[in-house]
């Protein structure tokens, strides 16, 4: 397999595409979902929901409640999106990285907190007692994946004795690190869930809330709200690949290829375990995240150090 | 620019007590047609009141239209004759409407307090040190923890999604835990339920489900109820159902230890779990628990449920309860 | 030149921001103003080639600033600024004492004849202060990680009303224990 | 860009945050000034680091140790803050003097 490179500079421009095409098609894989527990035809018009919905929120109004920060709401509406496609510049799609940092998995850490101030600020800013519940929800439930998701990374940037995402996919030529460190793959995968706050982790936008954070926004905001959230999953769901299923290597097809199709199946993955789950609870999860995960992840990130080091 | 006819509406829909047929009317031609049912007035272009509403909740529902954000549509249904139709020229006048009415893209308004579903009204509030903006400032008060924060009111009902019909709630909260909780009725009662027990149940099921965060199992609630409505319910399916239900860890999580009634309450007795349990029993196949109406006795328990719980637990409580005021002769208190 | 452009920009936005904060009426903005100024000031650091050290800054105040909003709600008054307000004392005197200070100093650092530069950096700048932090300089990774462990302890007794013997009884038989909102491990 | 531009910068955020540490009342406040002078330190260290010694990692090490301090101060800072306002719904330090009494 070719080492993964740095790209050129405009290679930076394939980034949004790639990522919102990854988007498009898991918002369509679970409007497709949802049709099939309603009991209706998947037809073409549920596959384009996603787009007709866009174009509805293009042409809808903008609305701000008396009283809000605007400013803040709007920072924080753009930031979200912006946070993803920040996050998967490291990402190496194929055996080209639009910007392969020699610290890219601390890159994509940052940048995937960003959202944390984001949420929280779209939250506030309107003004919403339900927005203000959503963007504090999402902090108690950063705080409380955070920790795992770090080890996980850790162990990974440990297992390839650096940081760089391009030198993690190479350590993986011989073997997956997925097959050495089921765990640290797993809380990564829930991370990924938590941290695009959907799936069973979509407290701060939960129904009960009226939709939290999303609750007082509409039109332009409400969809870069939606959109940076199917983003930072396409953007996980794609780190994901690069981290832990051997990125681009795989038989016949083009390495670029096998990341996408690699980086749909674990997006396919995460929106299908989204459609089975209830929403966890935080007051429940915290427990979890802290006396379950914590631990766990450490471990694997224990035996990982010792394989390194014999 | 004709996106809107193109898109699937979002709709907000408004129960209404004794408007139970046309909610369940509206509900399934929504599912048919793939419409979805918004979380909020922002997230609407399309109100559905499903019933004839008392001069109270027909001015909260105003209140509400008046958040929506063009281009929008609503729909008064106050009989179940001629639903579709309704809902087809709401839908047309959705989509005839230019995107932009009047040329302003970002509508700022200045409601009275009050005017916000979740904003609570002026009454409520006893001591306030001024006023920005027409809104109330918080004030503070002793918390679980020993701390004085701010609280801030909270209004829950009568128009808010996976709610039950007439129900009003009035919270104290601080950040989202609940201090003080009210409840009151809305609205006059229709007449008692006459439909399959186990549509009852699957109907009040997909309430809790979706409060739950259970999307897709929502979904299938709601589409078992009207199979069951319609008389062409599979037993099979409705026990996978059951079963599937029974099984998951995730809804036991959100629904364990929540609510927890003594013994006196008959069917109600137990947590959200174990009334969870009684419906599932219901939907597969078994008669229901014969009893008196215990709306009465809910609407008594209900603050002290509600009281020390977070806002999810609050929804939650409400959802696993679902005190029947459609058909209850419960009057208006509070 | 480039980095010339970008060092100047993000020196003023630091130091505005930074101003702002203590500016503003609003304390969430206060907060993120503060943000602001944090990462204004680490890019900087990532021209200087510490992209590790930069980015684990922009990491850790973005979390840190989130945290600090909740406590600003939680704690202050007037959190969202809707009424103009001040609380500040003896600003007058503050603002003579900061400005000497600046005058002083910065007259310090452009007349001070600094040493030359002695060296070059290493290939792997993240990778020298890994070995550093665990070979010579191991007293340092050592007092880190106990002052964090202390800060965790102390923080926690400080902040916490209720301690075991509340919670799990006199003798410590309680079970499960007694909390407002049980968690998720079933203890 | 000049060692002198890295330590000016330094010395207005030190001068920035020294007059909102001296001037505020309110607890959270007073952090944030103390925030902002240990940002100072942070610039100050790595510009060291780089202008001066960059074959040593001990500037390195300082800016390491400054992010610590920043974590620990906010921690324990929150922490007294907590426990002060339990004990009698205080967050300005000219209230928290009257503990004294």
């Known amino acids: 397999m070719t080492p993964v490179g740095q790209g050129a500079v405009w290679t930076v421009l394939l980034v949004p595409i790639l990522l919102g095409g990854l988007a498009l098609g898991g918002a369509s894989f679970a409007r497709v979902l949802d049709a099939r527990a309603d009991g209706r035809r998947v037809t073409g018009a549920v596959l384009a929901a996603p787009l007709s919905a866009t ?90 994946y955070e920790l795992p998701h770090m080890f996980a990374l850790i162990t990974v940037a440990t297992g390839a004795g650096s940081l760089r995402v391009s030198d993690v996919v190479a350590a993986q030529d011989g073997l997956w690190f997925v097959v050495w460190m089921p765990v640290a793959f797993a809380a990564f995968l829930i991370s990924a869930l938590a941290l695009s706050f959907a799936g069973p982790f979509d407290t701060a936008t939960g129904r009960d809330v009226a939709g939290g954070v999303l609750a007082e926004h509409s039109g332009v905001d409400r969809l870069l709200l939606l959109a940076g959230r199917w983003l930072l999953l396409a953007a996980a769901a794609a780190m994901a690949v690069a981290l832990f299923l051997g990125g681009g290597s795989g038989p016949l097809l083009p390495t670029w290829l096998w990341t996408v199709l690699k980086s749909a199946a674990v997006l396919g993955l995460l929106v299908w375990l989204r459609s089975r789950t209830a929403t966890l609870r935080m007051d429940r999860f915290v427990e979890v995240g802290w006396m379950v995960l914590i631990p766990l992840t450490l471990l694997q990130a224990l035996v990982v150090a010792v394989v390194v080091l014999r | 620019m004709d996106l809107m006819r193109w898109s699937t509406p979002r709709v907000l829909v408004v129960p209404v007590r004794a408007g139970r047929a046309v909610r369940l009317d509206v509900e399934r031609l929504m599912r048919e047609r793939g419409w979805e049912s918004a979380a909020s007035p922002a997230d609407a272009d399309l109100l559905v009141v499903c019933g004839t509403p008392d001069a109270d909740t027909g001015a909260a529902v105003d209140r509400v239209w008046n958040l929506l954000g063009s281009p929008r549509a609503r729909a008064d249904i106050p009989v179940r004759h001629g639903v579709a139709e309704r809902l087809d020229r709401a839908r047309a006048e959705l989509g005839d409407r230019p995107g932009r009415p009047s040329g302003r893209t970002s509508g700022r308004r200045r409601p009275a307090p009050g005017d916000r579903p979740d904003d609570s009204d002026d009454d409520t509030r006893t001591d306030h040190d001024g006023d920005v903006a027409g809104l109330p400032m918080a004030e503070r008060a002793p918390d679980r923890d020993g701390l004085t924060l701010d609280r801030l009111h909270l209004t829950l009902g009568p128009v808010l999604p996976d709610w039950p019909a007439g129900l009003v709630v009035r919270l104290a909260v601080q950040g989202d835990v609940v201090q003080t909780a009210a409840v009151e009725v809305w609205g006059e009662p229709g007449g008692r339920w006459d439909g399959p027990p186990a549509a009852a149940a699957l109907d009040s099921l997909a309430r809790l489900l979706s409060v739950c965060g259970a999307a897709t199992a929502t979904r299938r609630a709601r589409r078992l109820r009207d199979e069951v409505l319609a008389g062409s319910a599979d037993p099979a399916a409705l026990n996978r159902f059951a079963r599937r239900l029974r099984r998951s860890w995730t809804l036991r999580w959100a629904t364990d230890g929540v609510g927890r009634l003594d013994g006196r309450h008959g069917d109600l007795t137990g947590d959200a779990t174990q009334r969870c349990r009684r419906w599932l029993d219901v939907v597969a196949g078994s008669p229901p628990v014969p009893g008196e109406d215990r709306t009465a006795a809910v609407l008594t328990a209900l603050p002290g449920l509600l009281e020390g719980q977070e806002l999810a637990t609050v929804r939650v409580v409400v959802a696993s309860l679902d005190p029947d005021l459609e058909s209850s002769g419960t009057g208006a208190t509070s | ?178 909390d407002p909102i049980r968690g998720g491990v079933g203890r | 860009m000049t060692l002198q531009a890295f330590l000016l910068l330094a010395v207005a955020l030190l001068a920035v945050g020294l007059y909102g540490a001296l001037s505020q009342q309110s607890i959270v406040m007073i952090m944030m000034g103390l925030e902002l002078m240990v940002n100072a330190v942070i610039v100050a260290g790595a510009a060291f680091w780089f202008f001066v010694s960059p074959a040593q990692p001990d500037g390195q090490v300082v800016v390491l140790v400054a992010v610590t301090l920043m974590a620990v101060e906010m921690a324990m800072g929150f922490a007294v803050a907590i426990a002060i306002f339990r004990s009698g719904e205080i967050d300005m330090t000219d209230m928290a003097a009257e503990l004294r009494d």
Do not use: K
């Open chain 1, 55 to 144: 174009g509805r929120l293009l042409v809808q109004q903008r609305r701000a409640v008396v009283a809000s920060d605007r400013l803040l709401a709007r920072t924080g509406v753009v930031l979200v999106p912006v946070a993803a496609v920040l996050a998967a510049l490291v990402v190496p799609w194929g055996n080209v990285a639009a910007s392969d940092l020699s610290v890219g998995i601390v890159w994509f850490n940052a940048m995937e907190v960003v959202t944390w101030a984001a949420l929280w600020m779209a939250g506030w800013g309107t003004n919403s007692v339900w927005g203000l519940v959503g963007g504090y929800r999402f902090v108690v439930q950063g705080l409380s």
């Open chain 3, 1 to 178: 030149m480039a980095e010339a452009v970008i060092f100047w920009v993000c020196a003023a936005g630091a130091v505005a921001t930074g101003v702002a904060v203590f500016r503003v009426d609003s304390m969430a903005r206060a907060t993120f103003a503060l943000l602001a100024s944090f990462v204004f000031a680490a890019t900087p650091l990532l021209l200087l080639g510490l992209s590790y050290l930069g980015v684990l800054v922009i990491l850790m105040m973005i979390m840190e600033m989130v945290v600090m909003a909740i406590f600003m709600i939680m704690l202050m008054m007037n959190p969202a600024g809707l009424m103009p307000m001040s609380m500040v004392h003896n600003r007058r005197g503050s603002l003579a004492i900061a400005v000497g200070t600046f005058v002083v100093l910065g007259a310090g650092v452009l007349l001070v004849d600094w040493p030359q530069r002695a060296g070059t950096p290493p290939e792997d700048v993240t990778f020298a202060l890994g070995e550093a932090l665990m070979g010579s300089h191991m007293l340092v990774m050592l007092v880190i990680g106990l002052g964090l462990f202390a800060t965790i302890v102390s923080a926690v007794v400080l902040a916490h009303p209720r301690g075991r013997y509340d919670r799990f009884g006199d003798d410590l038989r309680g079970r499960p224990a007694d």
